[in-house]
């Protein structure tokens, strides 16, 4: 069984900047979908980045594109998301996703409808105060 090692959470104002990690361990394949969603309590999990940790550009929400950064070290089986132009519709509990898939279907991972594939981190909450 996958499991999840998320860090990076915490507080920050608006405009600042956070990095987000998480490390897969326990699943023999090195080459996997990996990603980050986030949620708000009154609203649906959102699919915000994904990366094939074996290579290939990752999958960006139109809400974080230009400036989340997302990227994969698949010597470690982990990622690593840099945020940055944080803003207060940033807060949330992120969730770390695992697919256990040889791509990321193109980005359409990130719909909350195929959510059930995959392996979910603990959370980590992200405030952005304004």
């Known amino acids: 069984k996958v499991t999840l090692a998320e860090s990076g959470g915490g507080s920050v104002q608006a405009g600042g900047s956070l990095r987000l990690s998480c490390a897969a361990s326990g699943y023999k394949y090195n080459n996997n979908c990996m990603g980050w969603f986030r949620q708000t309590p009154g609203k649906e999990r959102e699919g915000i980045a994904l990366v094939y940790t074996g290579g290939h550009p990752p999958f960006y929400s139109d809400s974080v594109k230009g400036r989340f950064i997302l990227s994969p070290d698949s010597a470690k089986n982990s990622i690593y998301m840099e945020m940055t132009s944080l803003q207060p519709e940033d807060t949330a509990t992120y969730y770390c996703?695992?697919?256990?898939?040889?791509?990321?279907?193109?980005?359409?991972?990130?719909?909350?409808?195929?959510?059930?594939?995959?392996?979910w981190g603990q959370g980590t909450q992200i405030t952005v105060s304004s």
């Open positions: 996703a695992f697919f256990r898939a040889n791509s990321c279907l193109g980005g359409r991972y990130l719909n909350p409808d195929l959510s059930h594939f995959a392996v």
